[in-house]
T-cell receptor, first 114, second 113 residues
């Protein structure tokens, strides 16, 4: 059974540019959540999508957005990149929405903003 | 406030020893408390989880102790092994928040041979 696949694994962008990250969840999983991991702030929730609808959103500026497609694949977009956006972006997939549903994480996309 | 505080930030334990990581939370609505293990270059992986109606849960060498009144929970790793060296995160979630997890700051564990 394939795990959560995130592409690309590494990305270098310039301040002011925008970036799109992709996440393919485990087959049959309908919930996709995104997290930002930094040494200073740890793991912070960005947003969750379930059945193509955003169900929850963390405390991030509007420059961070996402979407989910009918096959449950998800993308997140960051516009007008800032140096502080450099982080590991993790995607987690879950079979359904609801508490106590195990979240399976991908290996992440390492974004560096220069 | 949905915050989870984790301590210590780093921990060094001898092989065969007991590793103990503590977490405290504020939001009494939290009703699911998982622990994740993360190796360098990998995403976090679920290790063990507990509900607040249970005071302890054990899976192999890993045990979660939960104190609802104190709003604290901890992870004990018995007979710690060098292969356990990783970063451990406690987390919390609540029914109305879907799959959103609120993570603690993480503990970097090193088990010395």
């Amino acid at each position: 059974k394939a795990g959560v696949t995130q592409t690309p694994r590494y990305l270098i962008k310039t301040r002011g540019q925008q970036v799109t990250l992709s996440c393919s969840p485990i087959s049959g999983h309908r919930s996709v959540s995104w997290y930002q991991q930094t040494p200073g702030q740890g793991l912070q929730f960005l947003f969750e999508y379930f059945s193509e609808t955003q169900r929850n959103k963390g405390n991030f500026p509007g420059r961070f957005s996402g979407r989910q497609f009918s096959n449950s694949r998800s993308e997140m977009n960051v516009s007008t990149l800032e140096l502080g956006d450099s982080a590991l972006y993790l995607c987690a997939s879950s079979k359904r929405q609801g508490v106590r549903t195990e979240a399976f994480f991908g290996q992440g996309t390492r974004l560096t903003v220069v | 406030q949905q915050q989870v505080k984790q301590s210590p930030q780093s921990l060094i334990v001898q092989k065969g020893g007991i590793s103990i990581i503590n977490c405290a939370y504020e939001n009494t609505a939290f009703d699911y408390f998982p622990w994740y293990q993360q190796f360098p270059g990998k995403g976090p992986a679920l290790l063990i989880a507990i509900r607040p109606d249970v005071s302890e849960k054990k899976e192999g060498r890993f045990t979660i102790s939960f104190n609802k009144s104190a709003k604290q929970f901890s992870l004990h790793i018995m007979d710690s092994q060098p292969g356990d060296s990783a970063t451990y995160f406690c987390a919390a979630s609540w029914s109305n928040a879907g799959n959103m997890l609120t993570f603690g700051g993480g503990t970097r564990l090193m088990v010395k041979p």
